[in-house]
């Protein structure tokens, strides 16, 4: 199987050292040359590409935006397999199909990273264990999507989820940019100041992504605005919910912190319409 | 030095293993016998205490109401250290200056934890190079803060902070209170139902300790409700200015962002009026 990552940051550079750990040699593209080189030097990628249509699998690591650009820009092999890595797959999915072409397009988002980015920091680890969300529609092939499924598995994700690409866009408002909203909000106040000496394991939690360099996010969050405002609408309504009680009384603050502890330990686990499924790995390759 | 420690809870019995570590034999009380048994037979106390005139220093390590109340209940020896380890300290200084009292008076607060609680969960390296947090006032004894802050060493406490009550009860509303209402906010979301498939560790982090038992919490911030129900305040406006951003423009939202996380990375160092004195220790004992 002849793959190539387009696009070599922290997630394409992590993707080609998993995938060359489970016995593929892909090649690589990068839009500036220094990490194709670096990635050429430490045997991350077998070559650097220049054309596409040689390859039965793409994976395009790039962001949004330029994901698009990229697939409108190059040419695929017939039927090849093309998955971008985007964090959010809405307006990914609605690009691509807006436009004739020869090749199947499959979702992906995996579940991991670093506070640091760049292929300098890629390793062939990063996704062991971890949640890969493959997204699809009606016109994805089911072919294509059990390909992917197989490298994910091979790459050392312990999970595989699937869903439609406008379930993903609201869970993953909810289980990954809030938090970074929440953390970026947090450090706001003027406590912040000086407050160092004060600061346990539970501030570092919420704390732990504020410094995230804010570029790409910026223009995930942009595409998924809607998801998100309401996410962020729906935590303040909360956090109002527990001031009022706190300024009601102790029991009536007990109540709702109650409520909110039981939600917590015990989630519905409802999957109205069947939406997600779930495959679950037992180790590496298995 | 004799050492009773009052209440035979996580912190309490942790206080007396660190101690017993350190060299020194503390006795031990508790509101119900069942610690008191299990601490005796695993060497975490000396003795069982019923009486509290003969001790040099008395940690009082119940919740804050019950902590005035053995104060008020109890004799201790002229010129005894009474020192109590609660979240909130304004409150208990109040109370103990609000009658006339024989022994000598000093807030601490361990910053140090665990998500589960009780003397079964104690253990001698909880404060290992943890935060404690020492009030004081005018009406404070110079010489008893001292002992606390050589015992703190020798606890293995990595830094003593200094400061008031007032200092303590803001900062801590922020790096602490508010982090609990944030996670317990957080999980109240719709979509938290089956989201397990899209966590990464964002997620874990925001969310850890929505869990926890919220009684005693629930009596400490209702006791710093004017600090906390600010720091809500404040975390909800600043929540909403993301939100304006994002739904104002990425440029938008990416000025907003990077506004966050300068915050975070290079936070305002100033001291006010010295209002806060830190003291680091290298290592134990040192």
Known sequence: MKICVAGLGLIGGSLCMALRRAGYSPDGWNRSPAPVEYALKNGIIAAAAARFEGYDVVFVALPPRATVDFINAHSFGDGAVVADICGVKGYIEREVYSRPRNFRYVGTHPMAGKEVSSVYNACAELFDGANMVITSCKGTDPAAKDMLVGLARQMGFGRVVECSAEVHDKKISYTSQLAHIVSNAYVRDDEMDCCSGFTGGSFQDMTRIAGVEEGVWA?????????????????????????????????ELR??????????????????????EITEFNGRGS
């Open 219 to 251: 223009e995930l969050y942009t595409l998924n605005r809607e998801n998100l405002s309401e996410r962020i609408t729906n935590l303040c309504a909360n956090l109002e919910k527990i001031k009022r009680a706190l300024l009601s009384g102790e029991d």
């Open 255 to 276: 109540a709702v912190l109650k409520e909110g502890r039981e939600r917590f330990t015990a989630p519905a686990e409802g999957n109205p319409g069947g939406r997600i």
